[in-house]
């Protein structure tokens, strides 16, 4: 037996791939950072993410950072179904000895995925939420789609979702459209937690928002993170939500990982070009 | 890969041939060496101070322990228990960020903390991580902080509102809460004045007849002094000298002048 062993994941992207548009013969070679491109030149595809792999366990969130047009929405939705993969897998591990392939699931079973397995917060609201209906009747959508149907029931549960992510309940009835930045992205916070998923992904969860009212809408996310002992992935450029939610991280360039480290070696002790460019950009 | 072994039995922590090497890809590719082959050993209960000029390799060796720096070259081993050792550099990620802060604990300078968190949620929260039990860890938290005179009032604010010596002691406090077997120290009384430098040192001290295996660089001698059991001195990322502290220090001295 290893004396150390990291705990299991829950959450497995294996060489994962999505390409726009059809691959010509050496379109994979002609692509990638040491190339400087996404787009075969022969066919016009765009490689946007390939051979991504990376495992997530219960109570960790890995980091994933690049400049825009790296490929980290693409890999996130890939994961989230929101997209069909080109090549690779997604797992997830769903109790100790059951393991699901998402990508060989129905549409129907990926849908039931989201519904209390993998959930998402967008960096734009108006993605996770139904502007037009109220804090309520968004939050109420997941778990009337886990099976929930007594009203009062589903009425009790969103407003101990609201009140844990602080959002004020005389506003539980008004549409979501009436809400400001940052207490939309709370209602989505209290959607994506509705049904306990274990796995939470981070779509920029704070970009856009005023400093102070990031600040608030990151405290919550750690707080979420620490309580619930999520598998999270946080995809953002900025690196201070980067080091204040993640362990570990890779780096993306070009549609490809060009590094994995620990959040504080990646700061201090990057090693691949693109890292110590963005590195110290973000650190002048 | 053979498994490497520690050979003497009570040392917790040797570092074989290490190396650290920076390439700078956006300064002409050019390589910054920090260490180039550092081997020691520090024992249970054993106090080790590192010394020697700015920029002989003395952080740099804390943190390539710790692998905020990923070493170019060698090995870390860490005794886990009598019988089993783990090389760190070879560790994945994951595996590594098991051990840190129960196993091996590293206080910077400078406090490090999470923004908008108290001092004292800081300092509960590294005592739990280590195994402590919620009332445990609080009654600890609350003995450390006092020990190391830091103002009750300040106990439940924003660690980011601290003064640089608060942040250090701080630090300290959740650095040295149930410590792990071995704690690296860089210069963690850099920013006190004279009476919290005191207490600081003082605490520190009691670390070694806890059975912590102490690796530590000050920038003061009377510290090292007071301190260290064993002093080994830097120079140009490789070993100079070891020995005694009264050895080390005329040693010292004799280069310093």
Redesign the interface.
């Known amino acids: 037996m290893k004396p150390v062993t990291a705990p299991d994941w829950v959450l497995k992207v294996e060489n994962l791939g999505k390409v726009f548009g059809n691959l010509s013969t050496h379109g994979i070679a002609n692509t990638g950072p040491e190339v400087g491109t996404s787009k075969d030149s022969v066919s016009g595809a765009i490689v946007a993410a390939w051979d991504v792999s990376f495992e997530v366990a219960a109570g960790e969130a890995l980091g994933v950072v690049g400049e825009s047009g790296s490929g980290k929405s693409t890999v996130m939705r890939c994961i989230a179904g929101d997209q069909v993969a080109t090549s690779g897998a997604v797992k997830i591990r769903t109790t100790r000895n059951e393991q699901l392939d998402i990508f060989s699931l129905s549409a129907a079973e990926r849908r039931q995925l989201r519904v209390n397995k993998i959930a998402v917060v967008y960096q734009d609201p108006a993605e996770g939420l139904e502007m037009n209906v109220t804090a309520g009747g968004n939050i109420a959508s997941p778990l009337t789609a886990a099976g929930w149907r007594n009203f009062s029931e589903i009425r009790g549960r969103a407003s101990e979702l609201l009140n844990r992510t602080e959002v004020p309940l005389n506003r539980m009835d008004d549409a979501v459209k009436s809400f400001s930045g940052g207490m939309r992205q709370r209602v989505q916070l209290a959607k994506a937690i509705a049904n306990r998923p274990p796995i939470v992904l981070f779509d920029e969860p704070t970009t856009g928002l005023d400093a102070s009212v990031a600040a608030g809408v990151l405290d919550l996310i750690r707080g979420l993170l620490e309580e619930y002992g999520l598998a999270a992935v946080v995809v953002s450029h900025d690196f201070s939500v980067i080091e204040m939610l993640t362990t570990r991280c890779i780096v993306m360039n070009h549609g490809r990982v060009v590094e994995s480290a620990l959040t504080d070696q990646l700061l201090e002790d990057p090693h691949h070009p693109y890292s110590q460019k963005l590195v110290s950009a973000a650190r002048a | 890969m053979t498994q490497q072994i520690i050979e003497q039995k009570n040392v917790v922590l040797e570092v074989r041939d290490l190396y650290k090497h920076?390439?700078?890809?956006?300064i002409d590719s050019r390589c910054v060496k920090a260490l180039n082959g550092v081997s020691l050993s520090v024992a249970a209960g054993e106090h080790v101070a590192l010394a020697g000029t700015s920029g002989a390799g003395k952080s740099s060796l804390l943190?390539s322990i710790y692998?905020?720096?990923?070493p170019t070259n060698g090995s870390v081993l860490l005794r886990?228990d009598p019988e089993?050792?783990?090389d760190l550099v070879s560790?994945?990620?994951?595996?590594?960020?098991?051990?840190r802060g129960t196993k091996i604990g590293y206080v910077s300078q400078f406090l490090?903390a999470?923004?908008?968190r108290s001092p004292f949620d800081i300092v509960m929260q590294a005592g739990i991580q280590r195994g402590m039990d919620r009332q445990t860890a609080k009654d600890a938290a609350a003995h450390s902080l006092q020990r190391l005179n830091l103002d009750e009032v300040l106990w439940d604010v924003s660690a980011s509102m601290l003064s640089g010596g608060e942040k250090q002691r701080v630090n300290l406090a959740a650095g040295t809460i149930s410590p792990p077997q071995v704690l690296l120290l860089d210069e963690p009384v850099s920013a006190l004045d004279p009476a919290n430098r005191e207490s600081a040192l003082e605490l520190i001290g009691t670390l070694t007849s806890q059975g912590v295996a102490v690796l530590a660089v000050f920038h003061d001698i009377e510290a090292m002094r007071r301190l260290a059991s064993r002093i080994i001195v830097l120079r140009n990322g490789q070993v100079d000298f070891q020995g005694s502290p009264t050895e080390a220090l005329s040693n010292l001295e004799g280069v310093a002048r």
């Open positions: 920076f390439f700078l890809h956006t943190k692998r905020t720096y990923k886990l089993t050792n783990v560790l994945t990620d994951a595996e590594l960020a098991t051990l490090r999470q923004p908008r």
